[in-house]
């Protein structure tokens, strides 16, 4: 395809620059909203006299023609133009003649790429935004479900205190709230309009950038020409929203691999979303839950490369920006993935709850309500935490349970104890009590999945 922009140069390009060059391989993708933006600017050119309204028709119409056709898949794009913009540009004035080379007064591609980059994510955005609420649904309507599941809660993956495996659940759904509420700070900030801004310096042209902006749904224009062509905070942002909620999804997915060993089996994926080995006809591996722990390093990555491309850079455009778009396609293609698994994923998998509670059961997991007991009788908690560590020495050396230790012996330790220890440390009992707000008693677990369907209308 013959080059727009050979003004200055007389000499050919060499092959090899014009591939190192182009783009067109990976901005394709941009060409609803290249042509979108496009129309839009016809529209303002003719509204504000800077071509005839008529010319602005004409160029409208034959932008749609274009937009058809490569819908349909009868127009191809040619790979030898340098990128979108110059190909959708090219087969208009192919198309139209003349009359063809007028869209492109009053901008640059520099504004134009900043415009069509912010216009995909933000679909992408707004798409992923919706996967997360279809994602908060099934971790609030399984945590209501499993309210009262009893299992043990971990630290230092060491059997720490029971919990309930809804209050387990809706820890995740916090955090995804919170990945919910980050895009949708970024797509707000990500959402006004670099059009117009030209190649950095704005325009002679009597243009009219609200009416641009408007018609493209933005809430505003970026108010510095300089910055509407520089800037990539939208990238950094969406690519940083994304790394958090893949470092979420990883945690999770290390737990469904975790949980679904035999060594835990505290719950069984679907077969749906595991796989089975070549050569270990026992086997059930978890692979998709793999897989996204695995593809967190890829968004990472993305993120990293893209503050590395823009940290050196001088204002305004350089073409090291070219590379952005790779980074954020490879990230939305990856989040999107990988919530479609996931979801479907959680909804199906089996929870066993007997497993839970047996595991819970060991472990002298109820040693912190022991001392809690002692200290509801008077007893100074730092005192009460040191019998309690005592009385679980002693059960460990003769090879029993708090649950099983006699009266007696409690009363060793402590004149304190009484027969009520034991409903003290009965499993049900320990997590019941857990009321406070946010803890894991199954009343407490309940307001957290009410409060989060009203706060986000679920
Ligand atoms: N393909 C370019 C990119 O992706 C478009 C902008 C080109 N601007 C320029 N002055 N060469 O960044």
Same mark, same amino acid.
């Given at each position: 395809m013959a080059k727009m922009w050979a003004g200055r140069t007389a000499g050919e390009t060499d092959r090899i620059a014009d591939d190192f060059n182009a783009s067109i391989h990976f901005d394709c993708r941009m060409f609803r909203e290249d042509i979108t933006g496009s129309m839009a600017h016809a529209r303002m050119l003719g509204k504000q006299g800077i071509i005839t309204e008529d010319e602005a028709e004409t160029l409208c119409e034959g932008l749609a023609g274009i937009l058809a056709d490569l819908e349909s898949g009868a127009l191809d794009f040619?790979?030898?133009?340098?990128?979108i913009h110059m190909f959708v540009e090219a087969v208009l004035t192919e198309r139209l %003649?003349?009359? %063809?080379?007028?869209?492109?007064t009053a901008r640059s591609r520099n504004d134009q790429v900043a415009l069509d980059l912010r216009l995909l994510l933000r679909g992408e955005t707004d798409t992923i935004c919706e996967s997360l609420r279809e994602l908060l649904t099934v971790l609030c309507d399984s945590a209501e479900k499993y309210a009262d599941t009893i299992m043990p809660g971990y630290t230092h993956l060491q059997r720490a205190q029971p919990i309930t495996f809804g209050h387990y659940l809706m820890a995740y759904a916090s955090m995804v709230a919170r990945d919910l509420s980050r895009y949708e700070d970024a797509r707000a900030r990500m959402n006004?309009?670099?059009?117009?801004?030209c190649a950095l310096a704005g325009t002679t042209y009597a243009t009219d950038r609200k009416y641009e902006a408007e018609a493209l749904g933005?809430? %505003?224009?970026?108010?510095?020409s300089l910055d509407g062509v520089s800037d990539r905070d939208f990238c950094l942002e969406f690519l940083s929203a994304s790394s958090i909620l893949m470092t979420h999804l990883s945690r999770l997915s290390e737990e469904l691999c975790l949980y679904s060993s035999w060594e835990f089996a505290f719950i069984e994926l679907s077969d749906a979303y595991t796989t089975g080995s070549s050569i270990m006809p026992q086997k059930k591996n978890p692979d998709m839950a793999e897989l996204i722990r695995g593809k967190t390093g890829r968004v990472f990555g993305d993120m990293v490369a893209m503050l590395t491309v823009l940290?050196?850079?001088?204002?305004?455009?350089?073409?090291?920006?070219?590379?952005d778009k790779e980074r954020v396609f490879d990230t939305v293609d990856t989040v999107k993935a990988c919530l479609s698994v996931l979801i479907p994923m959680l909804a199906t998998m089996t929870v066993k709850a007997d497993n839970m509670r047996r595991a819970a059961s060991?472990?002298?997991?109820?040693a912190t309500d022991l001392a809690d007991y002692l200290v509801g009788k008077g007893m100074p908690f730092r005192t009460a935490y040191k019998i309690s560590g005592a009385l679980v020495a002693h059960c460990i050396a003769v090879g029993t349970t708090l649950e099983e230790l006699p009266l007696a012996k409690y009363l060793e330790y402590?004149?304190?104890?009484?027969?009520?220890v034991y409903d003290a440390i009965d499993l049900d009992a320990c997590v019941r009590r857990?009321?406070?707000?946010?803890?894991?008693s199954p009343e407490s677990v309940k307001r957290q999945v009410a409060s989060m369907r009203a706060r986000l209308s679920l």
């Open positions: 040619d790979y030898t133009a340098e990128d %003649g003349e009359v %063809g080379k007028k869209l492109h006004y309009s670099p059009i117009g801004s933005f809430d %505003g224009v970026m108010e510095n940290k050196g850079l001088p204002l305004a455009y350089n073409k090291d920006m070219q590379e060991g472990g002298f997991i109820n402590s004149e304190l104890f009484d027969a009520g857990r009321v406070s707000e946010g803890g894991t």
